[in-house]
Nanobody, 123 residues
Framework: QVQLVESGGGLVQTGGSLRLSCAAS????????MGWFRQAPGKEREFVAA????????SYADSVRGRFTISRDNAKNTVYLQMNSLKPEDTAVYYC????????????????WGQGTQVTVSS
């Protein structure tokens, strides 16, 4: 069984920064691509960023590229999302998840999910 626990969300002003963390249980953490998704009220869950098992390859949604950075520490079984230059449209619940399939950008290819952490950006 894999458990993912996000932390680091909160309330921040426009232009501010937050760093989200996702702590994973299980020995096989460093074998999987990990991703971050977000879901705003009334909207579908959308892809934010993904990182491969070694950290050597990352991908981002166009809306966050250049502002967000995904990273991981396999020794700590943790994946991070550094969010800079935050905008009100970044307000959402952020989820980390484990990828099982070929497509990193669809939630259908993720099998384990955390409970989410709320990020609110005030204007």
């Amino acid at each position: 069984q894999v458990q993912l626990v996000e932390s680091g969300g909160g309330l921040v002003q426009t232009g501010g920064s937050l760093r989200l963390s996702c702590a994973a249980s299980g020995r096989t953490f460093n074998s999987y691509t990990m991703g971050w998704f977000r879901q705003a009220p009334g909207k579908e869950r959308e892809f934010v960023a993904a990182i491969n098992w070694s950290g050597s390859s990352t991908s981002y949604a166009d809306s966050v590229r250049g502002r967000f950075t995904i990273s991981r520490d396999n020794a700590k079984n943790t994946v991070y999302l550094q969010m800079n230059s935050l905008k009100p449209e970044d307000t959402a619940v952020y989820y980390c998840a484990r990828n099982w399939g070929a497509d990193q950008r669809t939630s259908l290819h993720y099998d384990y999910w955390g409970q989410g952490t709320q990020v609110t950006v005030s204007s």
